[in-house]
């Protein structure tokens, strides 16, 4: 598992050490029960302090990706894959809600848009 | 719960300085850094926490328990680096370790030559034969080498190359591997504790600025920079201001007054620890 902080960037780290770790899970590259590093252990890695890599933990934790046994460690989560899925679809559907309303701003009709949908698809 | 340090109301006297009203708490487990220019009270802090100089008011704990009535069970506890150090000079390192040694319970003669190796000291040369920087390694082998659950330290790393520096850092980062043990320690060197420190005291003409969490702090402070015209009326939201030919620099703790002021008119970059303990003393 990689990590890496930007300390010039404006995200402040606890974040940009969730967003990496939950990028990990959704990509399928963390499974379910694998061991996260310790909190400890993490800052010592990234040279930074306890309760940033905490505050990592605490939100990811709130958020339903990781389970923290004390004594034991912190660990990926069981029923992610369902709230992963529902997450994923949420954003999607997001995405192409504004590609709706940007289309119609732009007097595009479905039948364009899906055009260019296609073309993509066979791209990607 | 249970602080390895607990100051309260700290009050010392001294003709032409005092320092008052001091409050730190430091939970094991974790670092604090404390900062502060020459002269604001960081030594003398660290001289009443370890009974070399009586306070003259307020309560210090260490580990729970009063820091003159268990002063004995205490010190065996604490790993201790200071700024001058007393040893015989005429002895050697290892005969110094020797001495010094039969103070800890817990004193490990494998963990101290391997500090000694890592830090490539002499074991036979003389204590006077040392170097400022070799001092302060010789010092810190001792203070890491009698499983200390505290370790208290004045400026420790002045007289160090930046590379032993980080070294240091290395050591003291696998010492709070151990969420029971903590480490206090003063410095000049900023950014040292912006990696390492979880919290930060700040100290000033002996009194306590702040102290917080480092990340609060680093959050809360921030440079801004601008056109000179630009601070017309708006001068009270810094805390410490330069004006030059060509435009100003000042640090503000307002982060959202600063933003809803000034729109996208100014540069706003965060404040690094130097920054904000300069721009705080020197003020406007």
Known sequence: ?124 | MNYSLEIKNLRKEFKGFTLKDLNIKLEPGFIMGFIGPNGAGKTTTIKLIMNLIKKDGGQIKVFGKDHVAAEKEIKDRIGFVYDENYYYEDLSIRQMKNIVSKFYSKWDDNQFNSYINEFDLNPKAKIKTLSKGMKMKFSLAIALSHQADLIIMDEPTSGLDPVFRRGILDILYNIIQDENKSIFFSTHITTDLEKIADYITFINDGEILFSEAKDKILDSYRIVKGSTKMLEGNRDKFIGLRETDVGFEGLTNNINQIESSFNNDVLIEKASLEDIMVYSIRGE
């Open chain 1, 1 to 124: 598992m990689n990590i890496i902080i930007s300390n010039s960037s404006n995200e402040p780290i606890y974040e940009q050490i969730s967003s990496q770790i939950k990028e990990l899970i959704l990509r399928g590259e963390l499974d379910e029960g694998d061991l996260l590093p310790s909190i400890r252990g993490l800052a010592r890695d990234l040279q930074i302090s306890v309760i940033t890599t905490k505050r990592a933990y605490d939100e990811l934790e709130r958020e339903g990706f990781i389970q923290t046994m004390q004594g034991k460690g912190s660990y990926v989560a069981g029923q992610n894959k369902e709230l992963m899925k529902e997450k994923k679809l949420k954003i999607i559907e997001e995405k192409l809600w504004e590609i709706a309303e940007e289309s119609k701003l732009l007097g595009l009709n479905y039948e364009e848009v899906e055009a260019m949908l296609k073309i993509l698809f066979e791209e990607v």
